[in-house]
């Protein structure tokens, strides 16, 4: 298994799928869109690399691409383009707007994960220095300055709502326990009570503002960030 999370946009629902169960035969997480604008819904940051498709409804694959380069959250995502479009002016302008490969309908799957390979090998330092920022929509951490900004002004956290929030953000959609958090927050620091948790959960979702709702109490068994 790797740690490298793909997201595929394409309007036809059978490749999407096809792709998916192919990448993740690979060890690859993968997420899927049948339209650029469901894409656009999504916290794209998150992802390692999108394979996009160019001939999609309003928003084709290369108008996404434009939004994408011109936010700086999203700048840096590798592009794979997968089209039936397969001129040369097509491809010019693939890599005209930052792609870091172009593969033409009909391909083989194999080589589509052979190129997937290749680009993530090449980019991976670029994504390494990405994830020294964790980020979901305006709210970001920056983990090697211990600092949390949201919609770029720095809010002030103590150490422990920091960690508190960095622990739910890293593994959005995983129910923590108390217990798990006392045991990955305070360690083995003095006695330190259920309530203590809940207090700081408390802080941190008023000093989050309008993150504070993404923070989900699940009654009897903990908090998670963005549970389904």
Not at 186 to 215: A, C, F, S
Request: net charge negative.
């Amino acid at each position: 298994m790797n740690d490298y999370k793909i997201l595929v946009v394409d309007d036809e629902e059978d490749l999407c799928e096809i792709l998916k169960f192919n990448l993740e035969i690979e060890g690859y997480t993968v997420d899927t869109a049948n339209s650029a604008e469901e894409a656009l819904n999504l916290n794209l940051p998150q992802y390692n690399l999108l394979l996009l498709d160019v001939m999609m409804g309003e928003i084709s694959g290369f108008k996404m691409a434009r939004m994408l380069k011109k936010n700086k959250e999203t700048a840096n995502i590798p592009i794979i383009f997968i089209t039936a479009k397969d001129t040369e002016n097509d491809t010019v302008t693939g890599f005209n707007l930052g792609a870091d490969d172009y593969i033409s309908k009909p391909f083989s799957l194999r080589e589509v994960v052979m190129r997937v390979k290749a680009v993530l090998r090449r980019t991976a330092g670029v994504q390494m220095k990405e994830e020294e920022k964790l980020q979901y929509k305006g709210l970001v951490i920056d983990i090697p300055k211990k600092k949390v900004m949201i919609d770029n002004e720095e809010i002030s956290l103590t150490k422990k709502e920091f960690e508190i929030l960095l622990l739910l953000l890293q593994n959005q959609g995983r129910v923590f326990s108390r217990e798990d958090i006392l045991g990955k927050v305070w360690n083995d620091e003095v006695y330190v009570l259920d309530r203590t948790i809940d207090v700081n959960i408390t802080r941190l979702r008023k000093k989050i503002g309008q993150y504070g709702k993404h923070i989900v109490t699940r009654l009897g068994y903990g908090y998670c960030f963005e549970c389904e």
